[in-house]
Structures are given as structure tokens and as C-alpha cells.
């Protein structure tokens, strides 16, 4: 997808007929959350990104509310009841869940809402986290470790700890901050995916040859790239 359409479509905009959607609004309970400090390295390499979407700086503009976005909540590329029926056939209500790059994507409460109760999840902007708590201040009896972390040096501590990833654009992100970075995202997400476990990735901007390339070791249980809007693809990592 070239990433003016990439654009139009982060943007609320139906990129076949330029309509513009609804963005989703709720309220919430109560939310219990632990927010962790890691020891893991957070690059500051954003003069190598090809985009200002590959670029830290361009996020945390956005999540501090001068951005291209609303810094609220957001679902970024679509929302939960697009994924539900591919998630809850892949992934058991008792597994451990990352999602990467959560942003101020509202994907936990979904999540918590059906039942996944194993939730982490982190990004590398500051202000995403904060957007984060914001979103999970209200939800009752729940809890959600966030962490703010580069995908690119995950905590040494996680290997196999996942049964599941969701990730919505931020390989995306990853591929256009700069050369070899979304291969190194995707070995760490590898590293701490478990046998068997799957990843879930919403994805538009990723080259077809690459991705082939950096899941040729998993089972492609759905292969998104004939979607019309953003693709969604199930990988299997292989025992």
C-alpha cells in the first residue's frame, strides 16, 4: 500500500471512496495497571527513517496531541470486530497476549472485554503509555502490564513467556523507521513467541518479498495480502 493511502486510511478515511469513519468513543470503570520500567535500550536513530511515520519523534507528537491524529484512543488500521473472528479461532481465552506498539489503540479493552485476561503490552513512546493508562483507568477487575520499550530489544526475561502477539502497524512503522530494523523487530518476536504460538499482524506498508522473507519458518494460517483494505495475516511459529 503506497503510504499516501497508508495515510488516508490512519487518517479515518475509506481510501476507495474517501468517506470519512467513525471514530469509536466509550466509557470505562475502574482499571488496574502496572507499568513497568525496563532496562532494555530505546534507539534514537530517526535520522535513518524513510518516513516521518518511521520516526519516534512523529509519535510522540501525535500522542501528546499535536500530531496528525486524535491522541486519545484511535484503532488503528480497524478496529477489534474486524480481528475478533480470526483472534478467538487462534488464540485461547487462558494465553498470554503482547501486543506491540500499542499506541492509543483501544485493542486491550476489546481484548479484556472477550475474555483474554493475559495482557502486556508496550510501545516506545512515552506518551503512548500515558494514553494507555488514560484508556484503562476505568475498566474493572482487569490488569495490564505496559511497558515502554523498543521492539527491537525486547526484555531478555520474555523468551518464549507469549502464546499470542497482536500487532496493528507497527511493523509498519518498524519497516519505515530504517534499514533492518522490522528484521530485527520480528526475531524478537520470535524470540519471545512460544513454539506453537501465533502472531496476529494487521499490515499495509510491509513489501510483500520481505514479509514472505521474515515468516518463511512459520505456518501462514491466513494470508491477508489479497485484502482490499489492510492486510490480516495469522502466522504459527512451527514446534
Known sequence: MPVFILLAWLLGFDVHGFSPLPLPRRSFGMFSTDLHVSETTIYDDDMEATSAFGTRQYWDEVYSGVGDFPKEEYSWYYGYSVIKPYFIDAVSKDSTILCPGIGNDPILL??????????????????????????????????????????????????????????????????????????????????????????????????????????????????????????????????
Open 110 to 239: 476489546d481484548l479484556h472485554e472477550s475474555g483474554y485476561k493475559n495482557l502486556v503490552a508496550f510501545d516506545y513512546s512515552g506518551h503512548a503509555i500515558d494514553r494507555q493508562k488514560d484508556l484503562l483507568a476505568y475498566q474493572p477487575n482487569a490488569k495490564v502490564e505496559l511497558y515502554e520499550m523498543d521492539a527491537r530489544e525486547l526484555e531478555i526475561s520474555w523468551t518464549n513467556r507469549f502464546d499470542a502477539v497482536l500487532e496493528k502497524g507497527a511493523l509498519d512503522a518498524i519497516f519505515l523507521s530504517g534499514e533492518g530494523n522490522v528484521e530485527k523487530a520480528v526475531q524478537e518476536l520470535d524470540r519471545v513467541l512460544k513454539p506453537g504460538g501465533v502472531i496476529i499482524s494487521v499490515s499495509g506498508v510491509v513489501p510483500e518479498e520481505l514479509r514472505r522473507s521474515l515468516f518463511q519458518c512459520y505456518e501462514w494460517v491466513r494470508n491477508g495480502s489479497n485484502d482490499l483494505q489492510a492486510g490480516m495475516f495469522v502466522f504459527r511459529k512451527r514446534l
